[in-house]
């Protein structure tokens, strides 16, 4: 079972729909190609078929993933926990440098937020997940071990 946020439940679902409306785009272009003849050396045709293929398979495991998760807010979690969709403000306890930190499923891939994502299954989100604010984390990682005292939750 995995846990999500709302937010990232929403995104899957509008995902999920985008890739579904667009089914019908492909078919026709597929069709298109097709009736154009010769399909050993139709590159739009291939290029359409594997198009295709790709976008079922993401449909296949988005619909997986909704099948296999739980939105965290449904979730009773004491307040003063790290969980799933919590941003976190730790202090680096070799240099003392502070930074916000959000823990999610699934990186959104964005680099524009204030916050460093990180996700539930790497080593800093297995460490913050289930900690409290006042405790401090060891995280290994492939540079060493570094530790972290918890600051407050935002």
Known sequence: ???????????????????????????E??????????????????????EQGMEEAEIK????????SQVAEDVDVPED????????????????????YKLVGESSGSFDSDEIEVTVSSPMGEALLRSRVGETVRVDLPRGTKRFEILELL
């Not at 190609?33 to 078929?49: P, S, T, V």
């Open 1 to 27: 079972m995995e846990f999500i946020t709302a937010a990232d439940k929403e995104k899957i679902e509008a995902r999920l729909q985008e890739l579904k409306d667009r089914r019908v785009e492909i078919t």
């Open 29 to 50: 272009r597929i069709a298109e190609a097709r009736a154009q003849g010769d399909l050993k050396e139709n590159a739009e045709y291939h290029a359409a078929r594997d």
């Open 61 to 68: 495991r988005l619909e997986e993933r909704l099948a296999n």
């Open 81 to 100: 926990m790290v969980f799933l969709g919590s941003v976190v403000k730790l202090r680096d306890l070799d240099d003392d440098d502070e930074d916000l």
